[in-house]
Nanobody
């Protein structure tokens, strides 16, 4: 059974940092691209960042470039999203995604709230 388990969300002040983790069970982790998406309150889910299976290709949405870093540790079956210089507009439920071809799987989501 495929399972993606996210952790690391919480409440942080503007300018602060958080690191999200996504541990994957039930598939060969290093064969899958790993992504992070987010869903702000009242809005649709949106792409944040992706790291390809080999780990060398990274892509980010424009609004997080220079502040967020996606990475993966294939030995731990875990993907990460380091978020620095957080802004109130980063407030959202963050989801991780594993994808290979037509197969995709989602985590349950973790809440990130940026507020003073």
């Amino acid at each position: 059974q495929v399972q993606l388990v996210e952790s690391g969300g919480g409440l942080v002040q503007p300018g602060g940092s958080l690191r999200l983790s996504c541990t994957v069970y039930g598939l060969t982790f290093n064969n899958y691209a790993m992504s992070w998406y987010r869903q702000p309150p009242g809005k649709e889910r949106e792409f944040v960042a992706i790291v390809q299976s080999g780990g060398s290709t990274l892509t980010y949405r424009n609004s997080v470039k220079g502040r967020f870093t996606i990475s993966r540790d294939n030995a731990k079956n875990t993907a990460y999203l380091q978020m620095n210089s957080l802004k109130p507009e980063d407030t959202a439920v963050y989801y991780c995604n594993a994808n290979r071809g037509a197969f995709t799987a989602w985590g349950q989501g973790t809440q990130v709230t940026v507020s003073s």
